[in-house]
């Protein structure tokens, strides 16, 4: 079993829509937690922390869980710029950052 | 402005040959580290390191050696024990505490032949 495992997707939605990605971690260790995006053959880029109480930034949100070892993103009214891969990233104690596999977004017109 | 970089970013090598692949940070960060991405999959980690002059082997580490002897600078060096060398590798830095997010460089494509 991976120690971070996201919805394999692809998630194909039409602009406007509300979609959500869940990633669960098997380290119950984890200190903290991260989305990350990745546009086609570039870097990965931090989209946001995901706190305990959760958390919002514009048209994202973020949630934890960490009874059932779960964090989620929700993206709401999606754009066409929101096409993109997700990644769920959990951090350990050591610092050791592990990464799931991703999600494949694309918003359609 | 303060960054990563990577160099080069596309680079292409017979078999048998080691190459050696640069990264750079100016933001002061304590650790650094890289990590392999193929099609279609995440990231693995190769090597990371906390602090000048020490690193440990992360996921994936054989085939692959690095050196950290300034603060600023962590190579890679892949060799030719490497059985599929051909991957998109990508460099990240840290201020090195549980809850720092990586803050990657763009990227280096690599091809072997």
């Known amino acids: 079993r991976k120690e971070v495992e996201q919805d394999p997707g692809p998630f194909n939605v039409p602009e406007g829509a509300t979609v959500a990605f869940n990633c669960t971690y098997s380290?119950?260790?984890?200190?903290?937690f991260f989305w990350y995006r990745q546009d086609c053959r570039k870097e990965p880029k931090l989209l946001m922390s995901v706190y305990s109480s959760g958390n919002e930034d514009g048209r994202f949100t973020a949630q934890l869980n960490r009874a059932s070892q779960y964090i989620s993103l929700l993206i709401r009214d999606s754009k066409l710029s929101d096409s993109a891969t997700y990644l769920c990233v959990v951090n350990t104690n050591a610092g050791k950052s592990t990464f799931g596999d991703g999600t494949t977004l694309t918003v359609k017109p | 402005d303060g960054g990563i970089t990577q160099s080069p970013k596309y680079l292409f090598r017979k078999e048998g040959q080691n190459v050696t692949l640069s990264c750079e940070q100016n933001?002061?960060?304590?650790?650094m580290y890289w990590y392999r991405q193929d099609p279609g999959q995440g990231l693995r980690l190769i090597y990371y390191s906390q602090i000048v002059n020490d690193f440990q082997k992360g996921d994936i580490a054989e085939g692959y050696s690095v050196s950290r002897e300034k603060k600023e600078s962590f190579p890679l060096t892949v060799t030719s024990a490497q059985k599929n060398p051909t991957a998109f590798y990508l460099c990240?830095?840290?201020?090195?505490?549980?809850?720092?997010?990586?803050?990657f460089g763009n990227g280096t494509r690599l091809t072997v032949t």
């Open positions: 933001l002061n960060h304590d650790a």
């Open positions: 380290n119950s260790a984890s200190q903290s």
């Open positions: 990240a830095s840290s201020t090195e505490t549980a809850n720092s997010p990586l803050h």
